[in-house]
């Protein structure tokens, strides 16, 4: 093991987490809809381009038709903001919050530079949500609503993330866990 790996204890134990992310599928699926949240960014774009340019939103068959009958205060909605508001949360009540914008691992591997974390962040971000778009759904969508449901589609895509999650953390962290 390297002396530079910092071991960080959980807030909660994995089987806490496992069990209150079903125990919030039993009840999003008895009270609204399955869980998933990308499908929501389309029909913001498509709400706001309707508002700010409709000749423009009425030109694009994807986004007429993700905004259409669509309203913002909607389920998915709350529960996209819900995401950032409960990490937030999250790293608060744990006294985990950080302002630090480059990660120490990512600094030592990539480099210290701030501007160069957001871009790659925001790279990342871009195309993991038009590959959800894509693909149909997202991690949510897919790891929780749809594996809960034994979908095909959806057992192929959280085998192909976790292969491409154990891959990439391989290149950033190197060797780790084989000595």
């Given at each position: 093991?390297?002396?530079?790996?910092?071991?960080?204890?959980?807030?909660?134990?994995?089987?806490?987490?496992?069990?209150?992310?079903?125990?919030?599928?039993?009840?999003?699926?008895?009270?609204?809809?399955?869980?998933?949240?990308?499908?929501?960014?389309?029909?913001?774009?498509?709400?706001?381009?309707?508002?700010?340019?409709?000749?423009v939103a009425e030109r694009s068959p994807y986004?007429?038709?993700?905004?259409?009958?669509?309203?913002?205060?909607?389920?998915?909605?709350?529960?996209?903001?819900?995401?950032?508001?409960?990490?937030?949360?999250?790293?608060?009540?744990t006294q985990r919050f950080s302002t630090r914008?480059?990660?120490?691992?990512?600094?030592?591997?990539?480099?210290?530079?701030?501007?160069?974390?957001?871009?790659?962040?925001?790279?990342?971000?871009?195309?993991?949500?038009?590959?959800?778009?894509?693909?149909?759904?997202?991690?949510?969508?897919?790891?929780?609503?749809?594996?809960?449901?034994?979908?095909?589609?959806?057992?192929?895509?959280?085998?192909?993330?976790?292969?491409?999650?154990?891959?990439?953390?391989?290149?950033?962290?190197?060797?780790?866990?084989?000595?």
């Amino acid at each position: 093991m390297r002396n530079d790996v910092v071991h960080v204890v959980p807030a909660i134990p994995w089987w806490a987490g496992g069990l209150g992310i079903g125990i919030v599928l039993i009840l999003a699926v008895a009270l609204a809809q399955p869980i998933g949240v990308s499908t929501q960014y389309a029909v913001l774009d498509g709400v706001l381009l309707h508002h700010v340019l409709p000749d423009v939103a009425e030109r694009s068959p994807y986004l007429a038709d993700a905004a259409a009958g669509w309203t913002l205060l909607n389920y998915e909605f709350f529960f996209v903001l819900g995401i950032p508001l409960g990490a937030f949360l999250a790293s608060w009540v744990t006294q985990r919050f950080s302002t630090r914008l480059v990660p120490s691992e990512w600094g030592r591997r990539v480099g210290p530079i701030p501007g160069r974390r957001l871009v790659w962040s925001f790279i990342g971000g871009f195309t993991l949500l038009f590959g959800a778009r894509f693909g149909g759904g997202c991690t949510s969508g897919h790891m929780i609503s749809g594996v809960s449901q034994l979908a095909v589609s959806s057992l192929i895509f959280s085998a192909s993330v976790f292969v491409s999650a154990i891959i990439m953390a391989r290149w950033l962290y190197g060797d780790w866990g084989t000595r």
